[in-house]
Nanobody, 124 residues
Framework: QVQLVESGGGLVQAGGSLRLSCAAS????????TGWFRQAPGKEREFVAA???????SYADSVKGRFTISRDNINDTVYLQMNSLKRDDTAVYYC??????????????????WGQGTQVTVSS
C-alpha cells in the first residue's frame, strides 16, 4: 500500500510558477509509475503528466513545454514543476501511482493509489 500526500499548491499570478510535491509513505516509488491529474470546477478530472520508473514521461498537450514531472528517489517524492501558469491551470491537482512498468499511464483507471489533492489557483 502506498500513501500519497501532495503539497505546494497555492495562489499565483498568471505567468508565475509553482512546484507541487507528492511524497510517498508506506512503500517507496520503486517500480511504480506516477502521474499528476487535475480537476477544475465543473469539469472532469484530466491527465496532466506521467513518469515511469524508467523515466519515460508523457504530458497533456495543454501543459507541454510548461510543466515538468520528476522524481527524487532518495526522498520518495515526485514533483510537478509548473511554469508560465495560466488561469486555465486553476484546479485541484492530484498525485497518483501504480505498481508496474510499461508506457507512461495516462488514464485514471491505470492508477491504484491517489493523494488527497492540492489546490492551485492562478489569478490574472
Amino acid at each position: 500500500q502506498v500513501q500519497l500526500v501532495e503539497s505546494g499548491g497555492g495562489l499565483v499570478q498568471a505567468g508565475g510558477s509553482l512546484r507541487l510535491s507528492c511524497a510517498a509513505s508506506g512503500r517507496t516509488f520503486s517500480s511504480h509509475a506516477t502521474g499528476w491529474f487535475r480537476q477544475a470546477p465543473g469539469k472532469e478530472r484530466e491527465f496532466v503528466a506521467a513518469l515511469t520508473w524508467s523515466d519515460r514521461t508523457s504530458y497533456a498537450d495543454s501543459v507541454k513545454g510548461r510543466f515538468t514531472i520528476s522524481r527524487d528517489n532518495i526522498n520518495d517524492t515526485v514533483y510537478l514543476q509548473m511554469n508560465s501558469l495560466k488561469r486555465d491551470d486553476t484546479a485541484v491537482y492530484y498525485c497518483a501511482a501504480r505498481y508496474g512498468l510499461g508506457a507512461p499511464p495516462e488514464s485514471e483507471d491505470d492508477y491504484s493509489y491517489w493523494g488527497q489533492g492540492t489546490q492551485v489557483t492562478v489569478s490574472s
